[in-house]
């Protein structure tokens, strides 16, 4: 069955760095759009960043951009997402996620939301201190 299993998460202060991993099985890794995502304590779960099938197209929630970078292995089927310059307004439970691509190809459209994604993580907790 598919799985999903995050690591990397932890306690750091603000400034620090993270690098967040995402170890994918029982499904094709390489033809599946993957995103992080996020969820603060009595707030929604948002998207911080996703990558298409190939790893050629990213996109970022403007709160992370230049500061985060998603990358994905797929001969390892390893996801990855490197916080650099954290803030204390990143900590929050980090899910990782699977779903087909909008349209088809390595290329395709990846949805942002995270209501469009089929297969989650259990979730790697990060705080940052001020």
């Known amino acids: 069955q598919v799985q999903l299993v995050e690591s990397g998460g932890g306690s750091v202060q603000a400034g620090g760095s993270l690098r967040l991993s995402c170890a994918a099985s029982?499904?094709?890794?390489?033809?599946?759009?993957m995103g992080w995502f996020r969820q603060a304590p009595g707030k929604e779960r948002e998207g911080v960043a996703v990558?298409?099938?190939?790893?050629?197209?990213?996109w970022y929630v403007d709160s992370v951009k230049g500061r985060f970078t998603i990358s994905r292995d797929n001969a390892k089927n390893t996801l990855y997402l490197q916080m650099n310059s954290l803030k204390p307004e990143d900590t929050a439970m980090y899910y990782c996620?699977?779903?087909?691509?909008?349209?088809?190809?390595?290329?395709?459209?990846?949805?942002?939301?995270?209501?469009?994604?089929?297969?989650w993580g259990q979730g790697t907790q990060v705080t940052v201190s001020s």
């Open positions: 996620a699977a779903t087909p691509a909008a349209t088809p190809g390595p290329g395709g459209y990846c949805y942002r939301a995270a209501r469009n994604y089929n297969y």
């Open positions: 029982g499904y094709s890794y390489s033809r599946y759009c």
């Open positions: 990558i298409s099938a190939s790893g050629g197209s990213t």
